[in-house]
């Protein structure tokens, strides 16, 4: 059974960082890409950012320039760096991994407030 586990939101300041982590158990063959997703209040789930099995990138336009998508090289751990955050970035965030299915985390909650 495939697990995903999100770790590292929390609360922050604008203009903080935080890095969020998410871990991949159980049997996960022929991954596509790796992925963080978010979900504001009363929003739909949008794509954050996304690492495709040759390392390709992609990142939504709000976050350019400040989030950085990396993944550990056993492809079990992807990382989001958050950088500069603003209040709008507040969200859940998901992970998800894409082979022939799609697999989802439970989300980790990132706010940022002063």
């Known amino acids: 059974q495939v697990q995903l586990v999100e770790s590292g939101g929390g609360l922050v300041q604008p203009g903080g960082s935080l890095r969020l982590s998410c871990a991949a158990s159980?049997?996960?063959?022929?991954?596509?890409?790796m992925g963080w997703y978010r979900q504001g209040p009363g929003k739909q789930r949008d794509l954050v950012a996304r690492?495709?099995?040759?390392?390709?990138?992609h990142y939504a336009d709000s976050v350019k320039g400040r989030f950085t998508i990396s993944r550990d090289s056993a492809w079990r751990t992807v990382y989001l760096e958050m950088n500069n955050l603003k209040p709008e970035d507040t969200a859940v965030y998901y992970c998800?991994?894409?082979?022939?299915?799609?697999?989802w985390g439970q989300g980790t909650q990132v706010t940022v407030s002063s």
């Open positions: 159980g049997s996960i063959f022929s991954i596509n890409a």
């Open positions: 690492i495709s099995n040759i390392d390709r990138t």
């Open positions: 998800n991994v894409l082979t022939d299915y799609i697999y």
